[in-house]
């Protein structure tokens, strides 16, 4: 039995001369019609939910495609490796069930793997530098090594760092986490 949709099909796909063809006609047909083919579109997306959710994730995938292209130089497909390679972690807290950023070097634009908000943000804010990362780590060692100065007496200021010393003698919440 002849199907000449099928026909079609295949010869759109094995015909390059009439696959030109018949794209040039559809693209003069849309440049004719362009106010109605418009208008219908707007119709359809205000009543027909099911359409207007599938070209909103249509175009949220476009714009995602388009970032990681311009941005980046990389495709979809790239940053699904990556996510995968990392185990859909933070490549530096390791935490698992977030959105993950692709995190690049903004002096050469080279893509180093894919980061938490969090942790991205913290090395936008440190411009990059491994120097600056290192004294904010130094800092919060000392700072957890000491009781803080305040505005208190001296014997309440000891009271008050005695009753919220953990058992290794720290002062604040950090005491169990590992530095």
Not at 38 to 56: C, G, H, I, P, Y
Not at 58 to 81: G, T
Not at 127 to 135: K, T, V
Not at 149 to 174: I, K, L, N, Q, Y
């Amino acid at each position: 039995m002849f199907s000449h949709s099928a026909w079609h099909k295949k010869r759109f796909a094995e015909n390059a001369e009439y696959r030109e063809k018949i794209r040039t006609a559809w693209r003069r047909y849309r440049e004719g019609h362009r106010d109605e083919i418009n208008e219908r579109r707007r119709l359809r997306r205000r009543t027909d939910q099911a359409f207007r959710d599938k070209d909103r994730k249509s175009k949220r995938e476009w714009e995602r495609r388009k970032r990681y292209h311009e941005v980046y130089r990389i495709s979809l497909e790239d940053y699904d490796a990556m996510h995968k390679r990392q185990n859909g972690a933070c490549a530096i807290c390791r935490g698992a069930g977030r959105t993950l950023c692709v995190d690049h070097c903004h002096a050469c634009g080279r893509v180093r793997g894919l980061l938490c908000g969090k942790c991205n943000s913290v090395l936008g804010f440190c411009d990059d530098s491994p120097a600056h990362l290192l004294a904010a780590a130094a800092y919060l060692r000392a700072s957890c090594a000491e009781v803080p100065a305040s505005s208190m007496t001296a014997a309440a200021s000891v009271e008050t760092a005695r009753s919220h010393a953990s058992a290794d003698g720290r002062h604040c919440r950090c005491a169990g986490k590992a530095l």
